[in-house]
């Protein structure tokens, strides 16, 4: 009985991808409405399938494997200090053979005279690398540049021809459901290739980069295949495949590969001066989200707020006059869309350019519109231009009136002592002690995916209102009710300098 379902089970999933291929391909060779109901031809498994190897002899033969030998490690001597000259620990210790570590991965040949696309984290660390041509030939390689924000590393081999090249194409136009190919070399295994479709762009992963929005993919992707290329059915290398999410550490149907035009313009970046420079206007951002554009009365929720001044002595943004509050909605002449945007906007810009930045700055009950023109600055390694970024900590609390709890959250006064330990004078507001997991504001998330309020933090307004206190907040608060907009502006303290760094919570009363 257990094989009659599995056997109809694999029949009904054969014919379910039987009619979805043709519905695709059918879909995707409709003609414009004008051309009226003609029927169109459908396009069989057969010809899908020699789409699939056309494509693959075009990309395949500009796809390497890449193995990557480790630095030899340092054995610690435990018994050194403690043990005298001779103790069987410490001589025991020392005949601990020494293995350097190996890595294997992909890349593919972008360049003729032999530049390699692929993760920098194939080859971090690596004392030696070797490289494999489609054609069996091997080559040492050498690493002309790293970009860690973006994971990347172009590799340079020495051939003594022309070596075959994949174009990268243009990650901007892919679409939800195109087919894509992933070629590499998992677990080793060279020249493999697997397809699927894009499943999502603009994806964020846990711990990326704020340079790493990837193309999700259902193409098989495993270990090794790192530094491979993602391609379109035109033959063009649309993303370079970087992360996978998995609970065992291979395939589980979801795969990341960095766009190709950001792949791309890190390889002319390193090439022309061995390193990535971003321009960097040196401010911390937020989004404008539909909350927020509905208390400050804009027409659509589109901009990047500027949260606070980095490094402010020396920042484009502070020579250029911009402060907290401004929402920059316009750069070098073309619309913000959100915080996500304009960072890519400026890091994609040279340093040391002018660019025209137009910006609304609240006065009164408006937001007046201003123009200026600023010099970018560098982005430094970290981007933030401080040693990390600050981690929030709670904050001390006078455990008074705690009867209170709008929004779910239990909140307490500034105490005087509390704002000269924290250096948090001339500070009024509320601070957040606890939330209730099961309220809808401990669901609120930032844009960058993280909470977007946390215990500690200090309230200091509220829909454009001031918060002296607890009372003044829930007063506010009670006039509320739901499918209101709702802005705090939220002050959160910096451990290592004891001063508060501001953001802005956007939630719609539920």
Do not use: C
């Not at 490690?73 to 103790?87: I, K, L, T, Y």
């Not at 609970?247 to 990535?276: C, E, H, M, W």
């Amino acid at each position: 009985m257990n094989q009659i379902k599995r056997s109809y089970g694999l029949a009904g999933m054969a014919a379910t991808l039987y009619s979805v291929l043709l519905l695709s391909f059918s879909t995707f060779a409709q003609p414009p409405a004008d051309q009226g109901d003609k029927k169109q031809p459908i396009v069989t498994p057969r010809q899908l399938s020699l789409t699939f190897a056309e494509v693959t002899k075009k990309v395949e033969p500009a796809v390497v494997s890449i193995d990557a030998k480790g630095r030899m490690p340092e054995v610690a001597r435990r018994g050194s200090g403690q043990n005298a000259p001779g103790d069987l620990l410490d001589f025991l210790n020392r005949q601990i053979p020494r293995r350097p570590s190996y890595s294997i991965g992909s890349g593919f040949i972008v360049d003729k005279k032999g530049y390699i696309l692929t993760n920098a984290h194939v080859v971090e660390d690596s004392a030696k690398i070797t490289v494999k041509l489609n054609s069996g030939e091997e080559y040492q390689a050498r690493v002309i540049g790293v970009d860690n924000e973006t994971d990347i590393a172009v590799l340079k081999i020495d051939p003594t021809r022309d070596l075959p090249v994949a174009k990268l194409g243009d990650s901007e136009n892919v679409q939800v459901g195109d087919w894509v190919l992933a070629i590499g070399s998992p677990f080793g295994l060279s020249r493999t290739v697997t397809a699927g479709i894009i499943s999502q762009t603009q994806r964020s992963t846990p711990g990326a980069t704020l340079f790493q929005r990837f193309i999700q993919t259902d193409a098989a992707i495993n270990r090794g295949n790192s530094g491979g290329p993602l391609v379109n059915m035109d033959g063009e290398v649309i993303g370079v495949n970087s992360q996978i999410a998995t609970s065992n550490g291979d395939y589980n149907g979801i795969g990341f590969a960095l766009p190709s035009t950001d792949a791309g313009y890190v390889f002319d970046q390193i090439l022309k001066s061995g390193r990535v420079r971003r321009g960097f206007l040196g401010v911390t951002l937020e989004s404008v989200g539909p909350e927020f554009a509905k208390v400050y009365g804009m027409r659509e929720a589109k901009g990047a707020i500027v949260m606070e001044i980095v490094r402010a002595s020396r920042s484009a943004a502070f020579e250029a006059g911009l402060r907290s509050g401004d929402v920059i909605v316009e750069f070098d002449g073309k619309p913000v869309e959100n915080a996500q945007d304009l960072i890519a906007k400026v890091a994609g810009t040279p340093p040391d350019r002018s660019v025209a930045v137009n910006y609304l700055r609240e006065t009164g009950p408006n937001l007046e519109r201003r123009t200026a023109t600023l010099k970018l600055g560098e982005r430094p390694p970290g981007g933030r231009g401080d040693e990390d970024e600050p981690v929030p900590v709670r904050l001390p609390v006078d455990r008074k009136g705690e009867e209170a709890k709008p929004f779910g959250m239990t909140l307490s006064d500034v105490t005087p002592e509390m704002a000269a330990t924290y250096r948090l004078v001339g500070h009024k507001g509320a601070i957040v002690q606890d939330i209730n997991p099961e309220s809808f504001i401990a669901d609120v998330k930032a844009w960058t995916g993280g909470q977007a309020i946390g215990e500690g933090d200090l309230i200091v307004r509220i829909n454009r209102l001031p918060v002296d206190d607890v009372k003044a907040f829930t007063a506010i608060v009670s006039n509320l009710k739901p499918g209101d907009a709702v802005v705090l502006n939220v002050l959160s303290l910096d451990p290592r300098s004891r001063t508060a760094n501001p953001k802005i919570v956007q939630f719609t009363v539920q």
